[in-house]
């Protein structure tokens, strides 16, 4: 199962808040696999303790350190959001890309996802993507490298 695929990205979203975002970056992953229905609740749960935005318009959601067992594969799921939500401190995602790590490949792919997103050349082909084929080859692009 590859880490992402066209059925984990959802275009165009305009989620309430941004644990709607959440929801819909964790219910991707849930339709696609990688997680069981659980674990939203605790990537819900992390955002309560610890903000997942990373800056640049990105949010980073994922689960607690005791969400180990919820996770079948690694998986990524992305929720585009044009308009933005609110994560909090004044600060919007435009963009919500939900990680469920199997083993240690936790960092490694945050590593990634986050140096894709720091680019504003990438942010900008990401924004624009009109498919979710589109979105998949920005990050494969940027994976491979």
Request: charged letters at 25%; hydrophobic letters at 40%; one cysteine or more.
């Amino acid at each position: 199962m590859t880490i992402l695929s066209t059925n984990k990205i959802k275009l165009n979203a305009k989620p309430k808040d941004k644990f709607e975002a959440i929801r819909m970056a964790g219910q991707l992953l849930v339709e696609a696999g990688h997680v069981s229905a659980a674990y939203i609740d605790k990537m819900l749960e992390r955002e309560q303790t610890l903000s997942t935005y990373m800056g640049n318009g990105l949010a980073i959601p994922h689960g607690t350190q005791d969400s180990k067992s919820l996770i079948l594969s690694t998986g990524l799921s992305i929720v585009q959001i044009p308009e933005g939500v609110d994560f909090g401190e004044g600060e919007k995602a435009n963009l919500v890309i939900g990680i469920a790590a199997a083993g240690n490949d936790h960092l490694d792919i945050l590593t990634n996802v986050a140096m894709i997103c720091s680019e504003d050349e990438n942010m900008e082909l990401i924004m624009k993507a009109a498919t979710p084929e589109e979105m998949v080859k920005i990050f494969e692009s940027g994976m491979e490298s």
